[in-house]
């Protein structure tokens, strides 16, 4: 009797969840495309460059004040003011002994960029947190091939929320 009753149960909530997730899609239709915000640093490891475009984009008019983007962009790039430098010189002290090591000297530039991404990831979401999710927006850092070559790149990514209805039309 008791198996019956979680069978049912869990009918509901997969009826439930698709008919959520059919909302959802239906609400990201009207959702306009993501803003990217490109890298324009001079020096790149692994895909993440040294700095971010701080110039404010068009889309975001009325969405957010210029001046609180410029701030967040300022804060994603004194997190990488801070690492990437580190990570040069290890990428540098890496390539010279790559021979003699077999490729372990490598290692420690994997494990910074990776940490670095990794703060990077965190302040965004502090970011979204305290003031993007309240506007409908969210930042994230995304990998992208580049538009001039064939690498990959990080950006980052600003989308926009869909506003959910109060109320579900019939």
């Given at each position: 009797m008791m198996e019956d009753f979680d069978e049912i149960y869990e009918e509901e909530e997969e009826e439930e969840e698709d008919e959520?997730?059919?909302?959802?899609?239906?609400?990201?239709?009207?959702?306009?495309?993501?803003?990217?915000?490109?890298?324009?640093?001079?020096?790149?490891?692994?895909?993440l460059s040294n700095k971010f475009e701080s110039e404010f984009p068009s889309a975001l008019t009325g969405k957010v004040a210029p001046e609180e983007f410029k701030a967040s962009i300022n804060r994603v790039n004194g997190c990488l003011r801070k690492a990437?430098?580190?990570?040069?010189?290890?990428?540098?002290?890496?390539?010279?002994?790559?021979?003699?090591?077999?490729?372990?000297?490598?290692?420690?530039?994997?494990?910074?960029?990776?940490?670095?991404?990794?703060?990077?990831?965190?302040l965004l979401e502090w970011e979204n947190s305290r003031l993007y999710h309240k506007l409908c927006l969210h930042w994230r850092l995304s990998k992208r091939k580049c538009e001039t070559n064939n690498m990959m790149e990080y950006v980052i990514q600003i989308e926009f929320l869909p506003k959910i209805p109060i109320f579900r039309p019939d």
């Open positions: 959520d997730r059919a909302a959802e899609e239906q609400l990201l239709k009207y959702a306009p495309d993501p803003v990217v915000v490109r890298g324009s640093g001079h020096v790149t490891v692994f895909g990437l430098p580190v990570n040069v010189r290890w990428l540098l002290c890496g390539c010279l002994c790559c021979c003699c090591t077999l490729g372990f000297s490598l290692w420690p530039v994997i494990c910074l960029s990776k940490r670095t991404r990794r703060s990077l990831e965190k």
